[in-house]
Nanobody
Framework: QVQLVESGGGLVQNGGSLRLSCAAS????????VGWFRRAPGKEREFVAA????????DSADSVKGRFTISRDDAKNTVYLQMNSLKAEDTAVYYC?????????????????WGQGTQVTVSS
């Protein structure tokens, strides 16, 4: 049974940093594309960042480019989202997801497995 578990969310002040983790069981991240999405109150879920299965390519939304970095630790089978220079508009529930290595990783339908989410709140 596949399980993705996010952690690392919390309350942080404007301009602060957080690192989210997503640990997997039942699958190996290096065989999947992995993405981070978020859903802010009253808004639809949106793409944040993605990492290809090879780990050689990343992509991120324009709204977080230069501030957020996605990475992977194969030894721990864990994916991270380092978030710096956080803003109030980054407040959301953040989800990690894993999907086929050649899928449409910018879109929710490109992913098969999802975590339960972790809340990030940025106070202004």
């Amino acid at each position: 049974q596949v399980q993705l578990v996010e952690s690392g969310g919390g309350l942080v002040q404007n301009g602060g940093s957080l690192r989210l983790s997503c640990a997997a069981s039942g699958l190996t991240f290096s065989s999947y594309a992995v993405g981070w999405f978020r859903r802010a109150p009253g808004k639809e879920r949106e793409f944040v960042a993605a990492l290809t299965s090879s780990g050689g390519s990343t992509d991120s939304a324009d709204s977080v480019k230069g501030r957020f970095t996605i990475s992977r630790d194969d030894a721990k089978n864990t994916v991270y989202l380092q978030m710096n220079s956080l803003k109030a508009e980054d407040t959301a529930v953040y989800y990690c997801a894993a999907g086929p290595p050649k899928g449409s990783y910018r879109y929710s339908y490109g992913y098969t497995f999802w975590g339960q989410g972790t809340q990030v709140t940025v106070s202004s």
